[in-house]
């Protein structure tokens, strides 16, 4: 675990990148994308943070190296929130669709979780203490993929997960709205990327040339 800017973590890596901004509110600790292993993310004791502050969930799509340890978490905490675009719902809340959301290729089960907040709009705001947590409809990767854009410290942090793909039919992958979708990323001239699997990518024209570079490398 490792702080990025002030408040704002990489928890670590377990299948996903997972992120966390700690509100200092009574809204807590927010994460971006659960990963797969639960011991890494109460391993933020390690930070002087706690597992019971954490009141929200961020889900950026519904692949399971993204959300496996979801159901695990509500387990232990009852009152957390989970958030998701509407187009990647399903296979988050259900059972059964091993394809969208990659068991198949983890040879997984996943667990569903149902969602508090299943967000619907091309930009949707989340709100929690100081912090907008604007949610960016950004399909490609698959229809429900989104991107989350945080202000802090004076930056343009933002929660780009999986800007390279992959792609495939069992996603429901888009080419097409992929390139749109990076077009819009570019367009919010962002100081950090925190990237799905990638790492932290800054200052800003370093997060432009990734953004241009899978641009580039996934034409239709």
Request: hydrophobic content about 35%; glycine content about 8%.
């Amino acid at each position: 675990m490792r702080e990025i800017i002030k408040n704002i973590y990489h928890v670590g890596d377990s299948g996903c990148s997972v992120y966390m901004v700690d509100t200092q509110s009574r809204d807590g600790l927010v994460l971006i994308d659960a990963g797969m292993d639960l011991d890494m993310i109460k391993d933020i004791r390690s930070y002087g943070l706690h597992l019971k502050d954490i009141r929200h969930c961020i889900l950026t799509h519904s692949h399971i190296d993204h959300i496996a340890i979801c159901f695990d978490l509500r387990q232990l905490l009852p009152d957390i929130k989970f958030y998701a675009h509407k187009l990647d719902a399903l296979p988050i809340e259900e059972e059964g669709h091993d394809s969208r959301t990659a068991a198949l290729w983890y040879g997984i089960r996943y667990r569903p979780v149902r969602l508090d907040r299943k967000l619907s709009k091309d930009i949707e705001d989340l709100n929690f203490g100081p912090y907008v947590f604007q949610c960016i409809h950004t399909p490609g990767h698959t229809p429900g993929s989104i991107s989350v854009l945080v202000r802090a410290e004076g930056e343009k942090v933002l929660f780009g997960q999986d800007v390279h793909g992959p792609f495939h039919k069992d996603f429901l992958s888009d080419l097409h709205d992929y390139q749109d979708s990076m077009e819009k990323l570019l367009d919010l001239g962002a100081d950090i990327l925190c990237e799905g699997h990638f790492g932290v990518y800054h200052p800003a024209t370093e997060v432009k040339k990734y953004i241009e570079m899978h641009k580039r490398l996934n034409l239709p």
